[in-house]
């Protein structure tokens, strides 16, 4: 794809699938500076990652969502709702087994954000003491040592990290909602979450927040717009 993310598709049995999109960690770097994520996960800088995400819930049931962000009338009759989860994969798509183990609801104990921070930060200290790391290893050395040390792990793995928690809980609760005023008022992705972050403040709604800020929400939109392409 133009975008560089990558689609897959993974069947769980019967109906039931898994939509998985992938972009690698590496490009990652294009963007952010590499020291902010090494500090987030040093996995971010590996060439052998994926940052993936999955989503289900689709109940058998495609497409569940129309064009402007709502439900499908079948997707309501079914009660079919789509989650998401965020991770680290070796390839464009984790395997089977993993993925159905990723997004099964019962009997799971999800780490918060402060127990996979506190894993990885030990992790970390094992893998350092492991190798005689100093604090002069050149940051351009700890990605390669990152991707040697997972080449030979299960391709087909789907791991959490330290911000897996936070993206999900974002994605649940805002994506939909952003994708809506996005296209019912034909904004950016920017504006539309600007509008969101005012409708949820005030508890007005959308158009009224829209009449009385346009002009701040619209600049701003093309403001962060103009800020990611100049990133690129």
């Known amino acids: 794809m133009a975008t560089e993310y990558r ?18 960690v590496i490009t990652l770097a294009n963007s952010i500076p590499p020291r902010a994520l090494m500090a987030w996960d040093r996995r971010l800088l590996s ?8 989503i289900s819930g689709f109940r058998g049931v495609y497409p569940v969502i ?36 990723a997004v099964r609801r019962h009997g799971l104990i999800i780490q918060d954000a402060e127990d996979e921070l506190r894993l990885q930060a030990e992790k970390l200290a094992q893998q350092q003491q492991m190798y005689d790391w100093d604090n002069d290893t050149p940051m351009d050395l ?8 997972e080449l030979e792990e299960d391709e087909g793995r789907f791991d959490r990290f330290s911000l897996s928690s936070s993206l999900e809980s974002l994605i649940d609760q805002a994506f939909l909602k952003v ?3 996005r296209r019912k008022y034909a904004l950016g992705w920017a504006g539309a979450e600007v509008l969101l972050n005012e409708v949820e403040k005030s508890q007005m709604k959308p158009e009224d927040v829209l009449n009385l800020k346009k002009l701040v929400i619209c600049e701003y939109g093309y403001f962060v717009s103009t800020f990611l392409t100049l990133l690129r």
């Open 66 to 101: 129309t064009a402007d962000g709502t439900y499908t009338s079948a997707a309501h009759m079914i009660g079919a709702t789509i989650s998401f989860k965020v991770g680290l994969s070796q390839t464009y798509k984790p395997g089977k087994d993993q993925v159905q183990e």
């Open 7 to 24: 689609p897959g598709f993974i069947r769980l049995g019967g109906d039931d699938f898994v939509l998985s999109v992938s972009l690698p």
């Open 47 to 54: 060439r052998s990652q994926h940052l993936t995400l999955l």
């Open 179 to 181: 994708v809506q005023l």
């Open 142 to 149: 700890a990605p390669e040592s990152v991707e040697e040390e």
